[in-house]
C-alpha cells in the first residue's frame, strides 16, 4: 500500500510538472482585439481620456533577460492598453510603468559606434508587423546577409522609444525612436523613426511613468525616401503582428550604461529570450475591430461600390456613396491631423458629391467616409499643378 501511494504522489507530481509546462501563459491576450476609438485621445500622457476606459489592459510581465526571472512589484511592473481610428488611421498606445529607477540620458547618433546603446536605458519598445507575416527584419540583405539576418528590413519594425524625464506631473513630448537599417554588419546605421509617431508624451504621475502615443503602420515596400507610398490603410478584420517590451536599467550612476532586464509581453521559448529585434516569428497578434456602434448594420452599404475619383486629383475629388442619403466626410493629413471637415452630407441617389480639396498641398491624404451604416478610409493624393 505504501509503495502505491509513493507511485501515486510521484505520478500526480509529474502531471502538475507536465501541465504547468505546456500551461505556461501569454502575458499579454493570445490574439488582442483592438477597438477602433470615435473619440481619440488627447495625448499628454494622461490616462482618462474617455476612449481608454473601454479598452483592456495587456500586461507587460515576462522577463526575457534574464530568461524566466521573477522581478518584484517595486522593481518593475507593466501593461499597455491599444486602439486605433480609421479616420486618423493611427493606432493608439496607452503604456503604463512602474519602475524603481529611471534612466534616461541616451543621445541618439546614427553612427553605430556612437549610438547604439539605446536599449541599455529605460525605453519602451514596439514590435510591429503589418501582416503578421514573420521572419527577420535585420537588413535589407545583400550578400550573405541574406541568409543569416533577413532580406528586407522593413519586413517588420522594432521600435525603440527614448525620452527624458521630466519633474513629476509634467510631461515631454520630445522622443527618439530607434531601430537597425542598413545592407550588413558592415554597412549600416541607426535611422531615427520620430515621425513614425505623430503624438507622443510621457509624463511621471504617482510613482507611474505614462507613456501615451500614436503610431502610424507601413508595410514592407517602405523606402525612408518616400515612407507614404507605403502607408498602410488600416481597416476592420486587420491581422498584425505585435508585441511591447521594457528595457530596464536599475542603476542610474553606472557607466558605461548596461541593461539589467528586458521585460515582454509574450511569452517565448528560452532559446527565443532575445529575437524580437531580429525574427518576428515571436510576435504576439492583435486583430482590429470595426466600431462597436452600428457594427452590425456595415454590411447594408457594399463598400467596394463606394466610388472616390479621379485618383490621383488635380483638386476636386468625386464621391458616390450608392444607397446613402446621409454621410460625414473628413480629410486626414499623414500625422493624423484632421484638415478638412464636411458633417452632414446630403446625397441623391443618382448623383455624386463633389470635393474641393484645391487648398490642401498636394501629398497623400486619407478621406474617412462614416454614417451609422457603414465607415470606410480611402487613401487621395493630390497632384495640383504647381
Not at 213 to 225: G, I, K, M, R
Request: hydrophobic share 35%.
Amino acid at each position: 500500500m505504501k509503495k502505491l501511494l509513493i507511485l501515486l504522489f510521484y505520478f500526480t507530481m509529474a502531471l502538475l510538472t507536465a501541465a504547468h509546462t505546456f500551461a505556461t501563459p501569454l502575458a499579454q491576450d493570445d490574439t488582442v482585439r483592438v477597438r477602433e476609438i470615435a473619440d481619440l485621445p488627447v495625448v499628454d500622457g494622461k490616462p482618462d481620456d474617455r476612449c481608454w476606459q473601454d479598452c483592456t489592459w495587456q500586461a507587460i510581465d515576462q522577463v526575457w533577460i534574464e530568461y524566466g526571472q521573477t522581478l518584484d512589484s517595486t522593481d518593475f511592473t507593466g501593461r499597455y492598453k491599444i486602439a486605433w481610428s480609421s479616420s486618423t488611421n493611427l493606432l493608439y498606445f496607452l503604456v503604463e510603468i512602474v519602475d524603481d529607477a529611471f534612466v534616461d540620458g541616451y543621445v541618439y547618433n546614427s553612427n553605430p559606434s556612437q549610438g547604439g546603446g539605446y536599449p541599455d536605458y529605460d525605453i519602451v519598445e514596439v514590435f510591429i508587423d503589418h501582416d503578421k507575416s514573420g521572419g527577420l527584419h535585420v537588413f535589407d540583405g545583400i550578400g550573405n546577409t541574406a541568409t543569416n539576418w533577413g532580406s528586407n528590413a522593413e519586413n517588420a519594425f522594432s521600435y525603440h522609444i527614448a525620452t527624458d524625464l521630466m519633474p513629476d506631473g509634467q510631461a515631454t513630448t520630445e522622443k527618439v525612436v530607434c531601430d537597425i537599417a542598413g545592407k550588413n554588419w558592415g554597412d549600416y546605421f541607426i535611422p531615427d523613426y520620430s515621425d513614425h509617431l505623430p503624438d507622443f508624451a510621457m509624463r511621471q504621475a504617482e510613482g507611474k511613468y505614462i507613456w501615451e502615443f500614436s503610431l502610424q503602420v507601413y508595410d514592407h515596400s517602405y523606402h525612408a525616401q518616400n515612407p507614404s507610398a507605403s502607408r498602410v490603410t488600416l481597416q476592420p478584420g486587420d491581422i498584425m503582428g505585435l508585441s511591447l517590451a521594457y528595457c530596464d536599467n536599475d542603476d542610474p550612476d553606472e557607466q558605461p550604461k548596461k541593461r539589467d532586464h528586458f521585460i515582454g509581453s509574450v511569452w517565448v521559448p528560452e532559446q527565443a529570450f532575445n529575437d524580437h529585434w531580429k525574427d518576428a516569428d515571436g510576435f504576439g497578434t492583435i486583430e482590429l475591430l470595426g466600431t462597436s456602434t452600428g457594427v452590425n448594420k456595415y454590411n447594408e452599404i457594399d463598400k467596394a461600390s463606394i466610388q472616390v475619383f479621379p485618383n490621383p486629383s488635380y483638386g476636386t475629388i468625386h464621391i458616390r456613396v450608392p444607397g446613402a442619403k446621409e454621410f460625414d466626410l473628413a480629410v486626414y493629413n499623414l500625422l493624423g491631423h484632421k484638415v478638412y471637415e464636411k458633417p452632414s452630407v446630403k446625397q441623391e441617389a443618382s448623383t455624386h458629391l463633389a470635393l474641393t480639396l484645391s487648398h490642401l498641398p498636394n501629398g497623400l491624404y486619407f478621406l474617412n467616409i462614416r454614417s451609422d451604416y457603414f465607415m470606410v478610409t480611402r487613401k487621395i493624393t493630390l497632384v495640383k499643378n504647381k
